[in-house]
């Protein structure tokens, strides 16, 4: 992946902004010029060549006339972990939907907390190397591929599960896959973890030709075709009515 950005805000979607708040939550432990250095060389356009892989991040910054060779290390989850995960999101229709829609539940990690995992870095998981002769962790160009790596997210946030160590489409077979095996509690596919007052809402209006979630999600296992398109005509139109509260309130 190359990226060249000048962008003045780094992330646009809840996960992007989460991203960017894990770096600078570091700013408490060192109040330094690290942070904005780095913002100012992502601006800048000074971060080039992003990759994203399973348990690392590499990029060039070019900083003086120099070009530094960034990596961002982040554990990958073991198969049995992922296993436990994907559990844990097939137990929520609303999750497995949001997925399908590539899209990160605002809630997932709440989800995942349940069962110790995270995707997003835990204090100390999330480390950096850079060619340059700093000794900080990370350094300025480091901050800066963080800052950069943001608005990546916003576009495809599979990188994350990347970075954890499943790329899309195997991690989507592997939910899909597991909701068809699992006998799942009804009772409990649209609740929430936690207040539901604390989870942070952005509406948008219905789309004709954005897929129905229902519909992403296939045919629920023991319901026949006929009542499975009746569940998701009725889907539909919970979804214009809701809209319609939403501009009255």
Known sequence: MSQNSGATAFGATWWGRRWRRALESLGATYPNP??????????????????VEPGSVHAQVHARSKVL????????????????????????????AAL?????????????REVDLSLFPKTGELRSTCTCTSRA???AHATAVHYVLAPALDSD????????????DPLLAELRATRSATHLDPSTLFTARDDLAAIELHPHQPDDRTPEALHLLGPAPGIGEHAWQQLVTAAQRARVRAWELAEES
């Not at 690290?34 to 990759?51: K, T, Y």
């Not at 060779?69 to 497995?96: N, S």
């Not at 946030?157 to 899309?168: A, I, V, Y």
Request: hydrophobic share 40%; with cysteine.
């Open 100 to 112: 399908l829609r590539g899209e990160l539940p605002e809630d997932v990690d709440d989800t995942l």
């Open 34 to 51: 690290r942070l904005p250095q780095g913002r100012s060389l992502a601006r800048n356009g000074a971060v080039r060549d992003l990759v």
């Open 137 to 139: 962790d990370p350094c």
């Open 69 to 96: 060779d960034v990596v961002l290390t982040l554990p990958v989850f073991t198969d049995a972990e992922w296993r436990t995960a994907v559990t844990a999101l097939a137990g929520q229709l609303r999750h497995a």
């Open 157 to 168: 946030p599979f990188l994350l599960t990347r970075l954890r160590g499943r790329d899309r």
